[in-house]
């Protein structure tokens, strides 16, 4: 292979390469992520995991809605419980 032939065969695989390039970002969009906290996120793949087992026919029905029901009633009380929760005044000094 001579020189021109290489630096042809190397501008024809730049050119590719490029027009890959560009259209791998075009097809791209932006996602907009969502932070989840740590109850969420357990909330979250819980469901998942029960979803999953029904999909599969390791659940009925009425069991998965149980435990869904359970989940959610579960992950309530942490919050629940934060709401009531009250704060101590402070005293002022001389009263």
Do not use: H
Not at 72 to 90: D, F, G, H, I, N
């Amino acid at each position: 292979m001579t020189e021109e032939n290489a630096e042809e065969v190397s501008s024809e695989e730049s050119e590719v390469v490029e027009e890959v390039s560009e259209t791998y970002e075009e097809g791209r969009e932006e996602l907009e992520y969502i932070p989840f906290s740590p109850l969420e996120l357990e909330l979250f793949i819980s469901r998942s995991e029960i979803w999953d087992k029904l999909v599969k026919g390791e659940l009925g029905i009425d069991e998965a809605k149980k435990m869904i029901e359970e989940l959610t009633s579960k992950s309530l009380e942490p919050v629940a419980q934060a709401k009531s929760s009250k704060k101590r005044k402070r005293q002022k000094k001389g009263s």
